[in-house]
């Protein structure tokens, strides 16, 4: 890797898009965040950079659900789930969207392992219940 992207890939740029998130500069953050993974692979890194780039992904998908375009914020969260299997935020926030699409069955497969990885995740509970339910729903109404 060039030495020049490297550096640029630092915890410095990450944090940067962080702040960006979190002050809702959604436009900068995304550009940062895409900075930050473009120039990570989770491969032969530590466990802490795979965190690092899976919580890129996963803000960067949140960023892209908040546009509306769920099909690239699910990339994302699927990329973030494959840099760290382990962390549950990017399944529940998969489940939400495929939830939301009608797709019930994956989303009861990503909230189940929500809580297989964190069984005091509250919102993956409550939204397990409801795609359970909306499921059932849909069965009866046969459509």
């Known amino acids: 890797m060039d030495p020049d992207i490297a550096a640029e890939a630092t915890p410095d740029l990450l944090s940067a898009a962080e702040t960006d998130f979190q002050e809702q500069h959604f436009e ?33 998908g949140q960023i892209k659900y908040l546009r509306v375009d769920f099909y690239e914020a699910m990339d994302d969260y699927t990329a973030a789930i494959e ?37 005091n995740f509250e919102d993956a509970a409550l939204s397990l219940k409801q795609t359970i339910h909306d499921k059932e729903e849909k069965i009866k109404r046969n459509y």
């Open 28 to 60: 900068k953050a995304e550009e940062l965040y895409s900075r930050y993974i473009d120039h990570c692979a989770c491969a032969g890194r530590s466990k802490s950079s795979c965190h690092d780039l899976a919580t890129a992904l996963n803000n960067r």
């Open 83 to 119: 840099a760290q299997p382990d962390f549950e935020v990017p399944y529940y926030n998969r489940g939400l969207i495929l939830y939301r699409l009608g797709f019930f069955d994956e989303a009861l497969r990503d909230f189940k392992k929500v809580l297989d990885l964190n069984p």
